[in-house]
């Protein structure tokens, strides 16, 4: 479409169309266990995006916290960057001067002026777990007044703490299932055998071990007595200080659906219904089990390589007191904490009971969840969805502008220049 668009215009008229574009920066990778996932996402995000509108480029995060950018970022082969690849990409720093806009800079100047800024207007942080998905580069988007998409910093931080989300959920009479936190010791990742007992009385075995900050099923453990806990514990505190404990369920069954606001109406995607082969699904069989690793689609009805051929089944059969549950319950908590961008809630049941809980909410999920809107009753393409938040972010941005001199008349105690 745009190139036929491009065949009726002149080339001034057209550069200068390409320059109104708004300029996308897309974040990825990061300092997590969920680091390749997240770079997974963000080379869909960036072929998704609507090119007729917006310019977007790629903003790669390596482990160790370097941020690079550069064109062979958009090719999924060239990670992770060697040496020769990584002569190929510059290495910068966000400015946290407020402007309006987003500007990063080159790290290091050279004697001969180096790289020049680089500006953009939307940033979509594309990142997945600890460091990027935690509230932390949102609140670093917030410090420099740079509009950015998904949610807000207190939401990401809520959100993925396992432990506060229940106590939100419980607040919001949606039911959950019962848990203790176990801490981190302050040296080694040991928990006596008496403090464990105490700890987890009154959860029961089988029960779940889990990391309280991590997603993608990384440290996931089934215990059936105390020496298991015990066993599961140093995989969960290498990456996290804390693990939540809870029941396991029988005949589990788990349930997904996905939640935004479009035109000011809070929708839900899609449900799907992960298909275990196992009792539980592990981090491997999530996103490295086959398939010929895609990096998205724009048109629905395909069938999606977004989590790296995770099987599943969209739009389930389910009775229509559980299906209104889960839409009911996952609008509940989205709307509870002034909602934006497009979380992925996660239910678990048991089939035979017919109970459901609500699980965990993932504020970032893998894929952006593209494929459950998609899927949707009203389907809403992946460029089109990525297009809805672009404009959120700059729709928040402007709500939350602050005056160029912040402090009010009244409170200003210090003489301001001329």
Known sequence: MLKSLVLGLSYTNYAAMSQTKKHIAVFFGGRSPEHDVSVVSGLQVLQAIDQSRYQAFPVYIDPVGKWLTGDILRKRENYLLDKNTLKQVQQVTLDVTPSGKGVLLPYKASLFGGGKPIEFDVAIPAFHGLIGEDGGMQGLFETAGVPYTGMRTMATSLLMDKAATKHLLKSLDIPVLPYTILRKPDEGYLISRDELEALVKDIG?????????????????????VEEIAASLPGVFEYDDAAIVEPFVQN??????ATARFSRETRTSAIERPKAVDELLDFKQKYLSGGDNKTGTKSPGQTSEGMLSLTRELNPRLDQKTEDNIREWAIKMFEAIDGTGAPRIDFIGDSKTGEIWMNE???????FGYFLWEAAEDPILFTDFMSALIEEALSCARGRKLPKDPVPMDARLLRRPL
Do not use: T
């Open 205 to 225: 075995f089988p029960c779940i071990v889990k990391p309280v900050h991590l997603g993608s099923s990384i440290g996931v453990a089934k215990a059936d007595n």
């Open 252 to 257: 589990l069954v788990e349930y997904n659906v």
């Open 361 to 367: 909410v993932n504020p970032i999920p893998g894929s």
